[in-house]
Every structure is written in C-alpha cells, then in structure tokens.
C-alpha cells in the first residue's frame, strides 16, 4: 500500500534530500513507524514524546488537517497523500514580527 | 441603509450573495445545496480586515492604551496594514507598518496612499529577518502601540460581535461557514456565534499553502500558532495549495462575475468541497464563505492571466493571501 509524502525542506536531512517519499500503514502513526524505518529520526521530530503531533507541525491527508480527522490515528487508503508543513498560519511573516515584539514587550515589562 | 455618519460607520454589513452558477447541481429530488458569498471587499478599504483594525483601535481607545497622536505598529504584509492606515487617518493616530520587502507594489502605494509609514524587513531573510527587524524597532520606540492582531481578543470579537450576526440573519437555514485561516479572528469570532446558534454548524478552515521557499527557511522547532487559535471552534481545516487557489478564483469572476483575491480562491476551494460532499451524502446544505477582498492588489502579480502553471510560478515565494 503507497501513500505519498510530501517533506517539507527543513526535514529533507532525514531523507537524503528527497522532496517525495513513499511509506505504508493504515494509519497516520503507522506511516510515520514505516518512515522512521527508512527515515530514521524523522518521526521524532514530528511526535512528542508524549506521543502526540508536534504543536508546531501540521500534517495533511489530501489537503485536509489530521487533527480533526483523528490525528496519529487517522485512517490512511492506499493512494492517500501526506503533505507535511511547519505551522504557519497566513501573514506568517506578521505573526512572527508580531510575537517577537510581544514577547520582547513582556520581558522588558518583567524587568 | 445606505447613509453613515461617516466612512468608520459604513464599516460591515456587507452583501451575502448566492452563487446559482457555481453552486452544484443536485439529483432530481434531492435536498439543494447553495453556496453563498459573503462580499467582505465592499468594506471601505476593500477588505475583512476593515472589521478588526475598528474593533482594535475601539477597544484600545477604551482601555486608555490609544491617545490621540499617538503611533500604532503593526508588522503586516497587507490588508491589516491598509484598514489600520485609514482609521488611524480618522481617528488621529500615526501608523508604522513593518513588513518583508516582497510584498506587491500596490499594496505599498495603498498603504503610502492612506498615510502609513512602511519600514521594511529583508525577504530573503524570511521570518527570521522581519522577528530581528520589529523587535530592533520595538526597543527603539518603547511608547509606540501595538494592538498585535494574533492575539488581540477585539479582532475575534469582532466577527462574534457583527459577521457572524450577519451571516445568520441573512442565512438562517445556513449548514457551513467557510473562511481564511489567518490571524483566525473570523473563524473563531463567526465560527463561536454561529456555533452558539446554529445547531450542527460546520466551521471549515481553509489556510494557504504557500510556495516551498516560505516554507524552506522556517524550523519547525520555532513554528506559529496565533492565540486567537483555538480548534474547538473548528470543525475540519484544509490546507490549499497556489494553484488550486488560483484556478477557483479565476472561476469566481468568469462564471459568477466577482472578482477577487487570491485567499478567496483557498477559501472558495474549501467551500466548494463541503458542498460536493453534501450532494454526494443527499444532504441539504447552506454553505456561506467569505470574499475576503477584491483582486485589484494582485494583478501586478500576473497570476490572474495566462496558464495555471504560469501563475503558479508568479506567485512562488509570495505570500498571496
């Protein structure tokens, strides 16, 4: 059964660069164990040790979010495919400016 | 009504549209499935963000953060930045908008336009650059006002407060709210009213997918999740790719006639995916979504002629909605 999955830049190193790969599992969790078998390292930077999604990362089963279709248990077809993003949010790039001034605002404040 | 005391007045209650053209055909005897357009671009500076920055300014004006002359920054890369120009214009505040350099050239005459001063962070140097960039300013200018849209509460309150009102009063039989995933102030301020009221509502995210070179530099350690953001309000979130986006809004204007931004295309995608859904289960459906502005601010883009794959490279490494 071969899903595809989309690899964001930042984790290319776990998969010698490659843009696509292909893994297996019927679920979400499943694929990222099949991965990580070929991937090493790569499941860990997408789950917690506590075994849930990375607050910071978005997972995507045909353009959907997992986390309303049941996260690492979302069911998963054969031709299914997985795209995998940092979590940004439109207007990153103000959001970003935004909370470093936020943040930077409240530590001058704790001063 | 059609007569305001004055433009910040005017702000709101906008158009709701049906879409007979681009709504899908249901079997014969089968429930209707419609969708709706809720015209956020008749705001008076074209965009859902006119709602926000009067809500903001309002709330801070009250709470005695905001006196008069003084400046309000807020790093933006567009609408924010234009709605917040104009009623700082009228209600006596001077604007600074920081933002990466790759934004589109009408936007900065806009912004110019309506009075804003614009410092600009490196786009090569992505969000990293434009942190660096507004936290210098920030230490420089301690006394300036923030109202920080991503987690300012008066940006959601005010969807709760008038878009999602709104929507029910003009669509009561409505089964599906589809809008942006930004800042997230509307979905989550409509997306709690309508929830509040409407029984069984689905509250459907449609978010861009950018091109790989916004995506490339960012670290998933250092990722971004609004405070506004919060997913019980969500019923399912989609991601939508360039070229997706694109080829919905162009079908917008040439088979319904409304011409739009590229962040409508995303949402319009999503919107008509519930609906095809429905048709397919037999189910009635309502589905509203938001035109979030017009199109005029990305034709310099290119995007809205020539080949998909020709636009999608126009907007590769641009943050289209």
């Known amino acids: 059964m071969a899903i595809e999955v989309r690899i964001p830049t930042i984790l ?67 031709g299914d495919s997985v795209t995998i993003l940092p979590a940004v949010a439109g207007g990153a790039f103000g959001f970003a400016a935004a909370a470093a001034i936020a943040g930077h605002r409240a530590a001058v404040a704790a001063r | 009504m059609a007569r305001y005391d004055s433009l910040l007045d005017a702000c709101g209650g906008t158009p709701l549209v049906g879409l007979p053209r681009l709504s899908p055909t249901v079997p014969d005897g089968a ?32 709470a005695g953060r905001l006196r008069p002359g003084d400046t309000i920054l807020e790093p933006t890369s ?29 936007r900065i005459q806009l912004l110019r336009m309506y009075g804003a001063e614009i410092i600009f962070s490196p786009a090569a140097g992505g969000s990293n650059q434009a942190v660096a960039t507004a936290k210098q300013i920030a230490a420089e200018h301690p006394d300036w006002v923030m109202l920080y849209q991503y987690g300012n509460e008066a940006n959601a309150r005010a969807h709760y407060e008038t878009t999602g009102p709104e929507l029910l ?34 509250v459907v995210a449609a978010e861009p997918r950018y091109g790989e070179l916004v995506y490339g530099l960012r670290n998933i350690d ?33 088979v ?22 429905a048709v397919r289960d037999g189910r009635r459906a309502d589905v509203a979504f938001v035109v979030a502005d017009g199109g005029w601010k990305y034709l310099s883009t290119g995007a809205y002629g020539g080949t998909l794959t020709d636009a999608e490279d126009a907007l590769e490494g641009q943050l289209w909605a």
């Not at chain 2, 590229?262 to 008509?272: M, P, V, Y």
């Open chain 2, 222 to 254: 250092e990722g971004y999740v609004p405070e506004l953001y919060d997913a019980s309000v969500l019923s399912r979130r989609f991601s939508v790719g360039t070229r997706d986006a694109v080829l919905r809004t162009r079908q917008l204007v040439e």
């Open chain 2, 256 to 277: 319904e006639g409304i011409f739009a931004g590229f962040s409508t295309g995303a949402i319009l995608h999503a919107a008509l995916a519930v609906a095809h859904e």
């Open chain 1, 12 to 78: 290319r190193s776990y998969t010698g660069g490659a843009k696509v790969v292909e893994g297996s599992g019927d679920t979400l969790g499943d694929l990222l164990a099949d991965l990580d078998s070929r991937h090493a390292g790569l499941r860990a930077r997408l789950v917690t040790d506590a075994g849930a999604l990375h607050r910071f990362v978005n997972v995507y089963v045909n353009d959907e979010d997992v986390r309303f279709l049941g996260a690492l248990d979302a069911k998963l077809n054969d």
């Open chain 2, 78 to 106: 567009g609408n924010t930045g234009i709605s917040l120009a104009m009623v700082a214009k009228l209600r006596g505040y001077r604007l600074v908008c920081v933002m990466p350099e790759n934004v589109s050239t009408e």
């Open chain 2, 31 to 62: 429930p209707p499935v419609r969708l709706w357009a809720k015209l956020e671009d008749r705001n008076p500076t074209g965009s859902i963000k006119d709602r926000a920055a009067l809500f903001m300014v309002r709330a801070a004006e009250e």
């Open chain 2, 169 to 202: 009063h003009d669509l009561p039989t409505i089964t599906h709210f589809v809008a942006g995933l930004g800042t997230t102030g509307t979905l989550m301020g409509a997306g709690r009213y309508l929830r509040e009221k409407v029984d069984g509502i689905q």
